[in-house]
């Protein structure tokens, strides 16, 4: 039986090495990570970083090397039925061209052992926003559309959790909107529980509630996206003579030189203080602002600290 409590998915040390132990690739290393149930929960990752690697042991497709899967608290590998709960998106699913995205699903479903009555195939075409192309055929849908006729086919057996591989790779502006919409829509009206890979920082920062950010293979950071930017955040303080400046400063915060101002990892609320040490120790206090490190910058800082003493 399994425990309604527990989260939608759980990975343990979750490792894989390609190729032969310990000489191979080690592309997923001791990922571990937890998603409740109605989460819409993102892993971010530059490209290489482990993200599909994650994703396709997550979907019992490639075996670990090491660590666990739990679905709903079941171990994936001694209850593979659990996938039955489970809806996915890899590799932006694979249809017919030559009949329509309405047939696909169909056909989707009936291989599948899912619901193939007409209304419940409409009401998902509806939900992805193809009602209205369902009848034309899949080679004259754009990119965005097939993505979203991949949605729809994961979601034909109605599972709980949909793991999506890089759902807006490949999209333009409109599409990506879309696909955004839809996401939301999932969790929000529909009570999915969503993971998501993305390689684009925006993205998961519109989308998700929390992220684990993976580089080369290895979970760097897990955090509520606001949580992310606001830990991130920082003051910018221009102030003479510098090392002195920095000097007064470093006693109590984390100082970065940036050009000739200082960015010190104080919060907004710190800022009178920090003009009160530098004053203190003698400095000229010329400027003195909030800097919101947007998430692009957080993310570089995370995943390539060694660029820093470039
Ligand atoms: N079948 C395979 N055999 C050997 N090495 C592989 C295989 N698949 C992936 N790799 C390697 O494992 C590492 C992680 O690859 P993975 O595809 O999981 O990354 P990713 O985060 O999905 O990247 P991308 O953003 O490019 O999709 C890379 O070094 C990749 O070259
Ligand atoms: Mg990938």
Same mark, same amino acid.
């Given at each position: ?17 390609? *190729? ?17 149930? *109605? ?47 489970? *809806? ?11 009949? %329509? ?21 409409? %009401? ?30 994961? $979601? ?60 080369? *293979? ?16 920082? $003051? ?26 200082? &960015? ?33 910058? &957080? ?12």
């Amino acid at each position: 039986m399994s425990d309604p409590q527990a989260p939608a998915l759980e990975l343990v040390n979750l490792s894989k090495t390609y *190729g032969r132990r310990g000489k191979g690739v080690r592309a997923v290393r001791d990922v571990s990570l937890s998603v409740a149930p *109605g989460e819409v929960y993102g892993f971010l990752g530059p490209n290489g970083a482990g993200k599909s690697t994650t994703i396709r042991m997550t979907l019992g497709l490639i075996a670990p090397t090491g660590g666990e899967v739990r679905l709903f608290g079941e171990d994936l590998r001694r209850h593979p039925a659990v996938l039955k709960r489970v *809806g996915s998106l890899v590799d932006g699913g694979a249809f017919y061209p030559f009949l %329509s995205g309405r047939r696909n699903l169909e056909v989707v479903a009936s291989t599948h052992g899912a619901p193939t009555d007409a209304d419940r195939i409409d %009401s998902l075409l509806d939900q992805v926003g193809l009602a209205k192309d369902a009848k034309r055929k899949v080679k004259g849908y754009s990119t965005g559309m097939r993505q979203r006729l991949g949605v729809a086919a994961a $979601l034909l057996h109605d599972p709980d959790i949909v793991i999506l591989d890089e759902p807006v790779n490949g999209l333009d502006v409109a599409g990506i909107q879309e696909m955004r919409a839809l996401i939301r829509g999932l969790a929000a009206d529909h009570r999915k529980t969503v993971f998501l890979s993305s390689h684009l920082l925006h993205e998961v920062q519109q989308v998700c509630d929390r992220v684990a950010i993976i580089s080369k *293979g290895e979970v760097v950071r897990e955090a509520r996206i606001a949580d992310l930017l606001r830990q991130e955040a920082g $003051l910018r303080v221009e102030a003479a003579p510098l090392d002195i400046a920095e000097a007064a400063l470093a006693a109590r915060w984390s100082v970065e030189r940036s050009g000739d101002a200082l &960015v010190v990892g104080a919060t907004r609320d710190e800022a009178p203080e920090v003009a009160r040490r530098l004053i203190g120790a003698g400095a000229q206090l010329f400027g003195l602002a909030a800097e919101q490190r947007n998430l692009e910058e &957080v993310f570089l800082a995370i995943t390539q600290p060694e660029t820093d003493d470039a």
